[in-house]
């Protein structure tokens, strides 16, 4: 998470553009400097691993890498502060269904009496009784 909000405050910041000063640079830095403090102390008291503190870091700059190109072009961009465009569009693009209340209708279009009443009510799990009465009939 910490490199996600790294590479989103310098992707919003333009840190990797030519002449930027350096207040852009420690802000952006300020996530990866927490991190840093959390791993340092989690390997002084003890708690874990140096190895278990090094794989969780890399691996958790991996997932938050991929998960920031996802959605936004690479630092070095002249677009870096933009996401993508038409990345949610996509999702309803391949046939998503809006949502329920566009495809019912508002609540004062429903009326109770459009119900069926005589559609078989079924209990939503069989007790004791009903399942002996159905070994009853099989036998």
């Known amino acids: 998470m910490t490199l996600t909000a790294h590479s989103f405050l310098a992707g919003q910041l333009c840190v990797f553009r030519p002449r930027s000063d350096l207040a852009r640079v420690l802000i952006a830095l300020a996530p990866l400097l927490g991190a840093a403090m959390i791993a340092i102390s989690r390997c002084e008291d003890y ?6 503190v090094t794989i969780g870091s890399v691996l958790g700059m991996t997932v938050a890498f991929f998960s920031y190109r996802k959605y936004y072009p690479r630092l070095t961009s ?12 996509a999702a309803s693009a391949l046939g998503k269904l809006r949502d329920e209340e566009h495809r019912v209708g508002s609540a004062g279009s429903f009326a109770v009496d459009d119900l069926q009443d005589d559609v078989e009510r079924l209990p939503l799990r069989e007790s004791s009784t009903d399942r002996a009465r159905a ?3 099989a036998a």
């Open 47 to 52: 708690r874990h691993d140096v190895y278990d």
């Open 78 to 89: 002249a677009h870096c502060d933009t996401p993508f465009s038409g990345r949610v569009d």
């Open 135 to 137: 070994s009853d009939r």
